[in-house]
């Protein structure tokens, strides 16, 4: 089946890094993505990983992959107030013509 | 390019009532996702199309709730009769088959049922 977890709240002060973690359970999964929700918007992708890849780096971002325990992390270097929003991971199940699975959200307060 | 665009934004109604939200795809994009966001349930994908053409609505909730792809360039999202339970955000997003695979979202309708 498919299920994507995520805990829901992290609070960290500004200055430090963020981690937030997903699990997910479709071993076929293609892409794994993150998407960030700031308050009264839609979802906007932040960054996504190929499934053969294990680690993906954009400025103060890092996605890392561990395939075989299914786990995603999304790793923020020196976290901004900016930054607090809903976090969502979500996986492109290998079956599922063109539609994600999106977790649950991880809400990150940043304070300064 | 204006995004995906949804209306209305804001909408509140009384129980019974019959209840459309809009969208307009990105131009080029093929496919478009209806999801609905709660606090209780999270992000759940309602249904949706390709080349206007419904390929997924398991997560319709009930034949009160119908969607419908007319043109390339506009989709609706009915519920007749409403009840409470629907409040809720609605959002559309699209997607070209082509490119990294991301879905872009709208805005969100925020449905109020009295």
């Known amino acids: 089946g498919e299920d994507v977890e995520q805990s829901l709240f992290l609070s960290v002060r500004e200055g430090d890094s963020s981690v937030i973690n997903c699990t997910y359970t479709?071993?076929?999964?293609?892409?794994l993505y993150w998407y960030k929700q700031e308050p009264g918007a839609g979802l906007q992708l932040l960054t996504y990983?190929?499934?053969?890849?294990d680690m993906k780096q954009d400025q103060r971002l890092t996605v890392l992959l561990n395939k075989k325990d299914k786990h995603l992390s999304l790793r923020i270097a020196d976290t901004q107030t900016g930054d607090s929003a809903i976090y969502f991971c979500?996986?492109?199940?290998?079956?599922?013509?063109?539609?994600?699975?999106f977790g649950t959200g991880t809400r990150l307060l940043v304070s300064p | 390019d204006a995004g995906v665009i949804q209306s209305p934004r804001h909408e509140v109604t009384e129980m019974g009532q019959e209840v459309t939200l809009r969208c307009k795809p990105i131009?080029?994009?093929?496919?478009l996702f209806w999801y609905r966001q709660t606090m209780m349930r999270g992000l759940e994908l309602l249904i949706y199309?390709?080349?206007?053409?419904?390929?997924?609505d398991s997560g319709m909730p009930e034949d009160r709730f119908s969607a419908k792809m007319p043109n390339a360039s506009f989709s609706t999202l009915k519920i007749q009769p409403s009840e409470p339970r629907d409040s809720a955000v609605y959002f559309c997003?699209?997607?070209?088959?082509?490119?990294?695979?991301?879905?872009?979202f709208g805005p969100g309708t925020r449905l109020t049922v009295l």
């Open positions: 997003a699209s997607r070209r088959t082509s490119g990294r695979d991301e879905q872009f």
């Open positions: 479709d071993s076929s999964s293609t892409y």
């Open positions: 990983i190929f499934s053969n890849m």
């Open positions: 979500a996986e492109r199940p290998g079956t599922g013509f063109q539609k994600l699975v």
């Open positions: 131009s080029g994009h093929n496919s």
């Open positions: 199309f390709n080349n206007n053409v419904p390929i997924d």
